[in-house]
T-cell receptor, first 115, second 116 residues
Framework: NAGVTQTPKFQVLKTGQSMTLQCAQD?????MYWYRQDPGMGLRLIYY???????DKGEVPNGYNVSRLNKREFSLRLESAAPSQTSVYFC??????????????FGPGTRLTVL | AQSVAQPEDQVNVAEGNPLTVKCTYS??????LFWYVQYPNRGLQFLLK??????LVKGSYGFEAEFNKSQTSFHLKKPSALVSDSALYFC??????????????FGAGTRLFVKA
C-alpha cells in the first residue's frame, strides 16, 4: 500500500497562474480532505469530501475548487493563484471505522510558492 | 462550531524529564480527540486518540494523553523525554455527530524541543 500520495512535491507559480494538486489513496477510504499549513496557523481545512460525488467547504475555501474524481482521487485546483496561497498543502483520507473513530492518514505534502 | 487551542507555541524540556503539551477544545457533546506529530518536511503521523472509555489513553513512542471533560482538555504527556521527540505536535477534534465527512479541526501546533 502506498497510502496517500500527492503530486507534485514542489511547485512555483506566478500570480494569476492556475494549477491542480493531485491526491490519491489506495486504502478504499470514503472521506478525503485538503488542508493548508501555515506557520503559527496549524492545519486549516480547505475542502473535504465525505464520499465519491460529494464535496463540502471547510474553514478556508475561498480561491480553491475541488473535484472528487472517484473514490481514490481528490484534486485541489487553484484557478488564479495569489501570493496568499503560498503554503504547504496536505491531503488526508479517513478510514470507514464505526462512527468516524478512525484516524486520518496524511500524504507527504505539496510545497507551493506563488510569486 | 468545533475548535482547538494549543496555548503554547513551543515547549522546552531537558532529556529525561517529563513533558506536557497542552490542548483544550470546544465542541458540543462528546468529542473524538487526536494527537499527531510532524517531523520536518513530512506529513502528520498519528500518535493516539480518545474515543470513549478510560480517560488516560496510551499511544505510540511512549506518549499518553489524559481526557478531562470538565476542563475540556486533552494534554499530551510523556514520563521521560527523548531528543528524538523534538517535533511539531498537533491536537485535533472531531464532532462525531457530524457524520457528513467527519470534519476534523486541528490546533495551531506546539513545537517541542528536547535538549540533551
Amino acid at each position: 500500500n502506498a497510502g496517500v500520495t500527492q503530486t507534485p512535491k514542489f511547485q512555483v507559480l506566478k500570480t494569476g497562474q492556475s494549477m491542480t494538486l493531485q491526491c490519491a489513496q489506495d486504502m478504499n477510504h470514503n472521506s478525503m480532505y485538503w488542508y493548508r499549513q501555515d506557520p503559527g496557523m496549524g492545519l486549516r481545512l480547505i475542502y473535504y469530501s465525505a464520499s465519491e460525488g460529494t464535496t463540502d467547504k471547510g474553514e478556508v475555501p475561498n480561491g480553491y475548487n475541488v473535484s472528487r474524481l472517484n473514490k481514490r482521487e481528490f484534486s485541489l485546483r487553484l484557478e488564479s493563484a495569489a501570493p496568499s496561497q503560498t503554503s504547504v498543502y496536505f491531503c488526508a483520507s479517513l478510514g470507514g471505522g464505526a462512527g468516524g473513530t478512525d484516524t486520518q492518514y496524511f500524504g507527504p505534502g505539496t510545497r507551493l510558492t506563488v510569486l | 462550531a468545533q475548535s482547538v487551542a494549543q496555548p503554547e507555541d513551543q515547549v522546552n524540556v531537558a532529556e529525561g524529564n517529563p513533558l506536557t503539551v497542552k490542548c483544550t477544545y470546544s465542541v458540543s457533546g462528546n468529542p473524538y480527540l487526536f494527537w499527531y506529530v510532524q517531523y520536518p518536511n513530512r506529513g502528520l503521523q498519528f500518535l493516539l486518540k480518545y474515543i470513549t472509555g478510560d480517560n488516560l489513553v496510551k499511544g505510540s513512542y511512549g506518549f499518553e494523553a489524559e481526557f478531562n471533560k470538565s476542563q475540556t482538555s486533552f494534554h499530551l504527556k510523556k514520563p521521560s523525554a527523548l531528543v528524538s521527540d523534538s517535533a511539531l505536535y498537533f491536537c485535533a477534534v472531531r464532532d462525531p455527530r457530524n457524520t457528513g465527512g467527519f470534519k476534523t479541526i486541528f490546533g495551531a501546533g506546539t513545537r517541542l524541543f528536547v535538549k540533551a
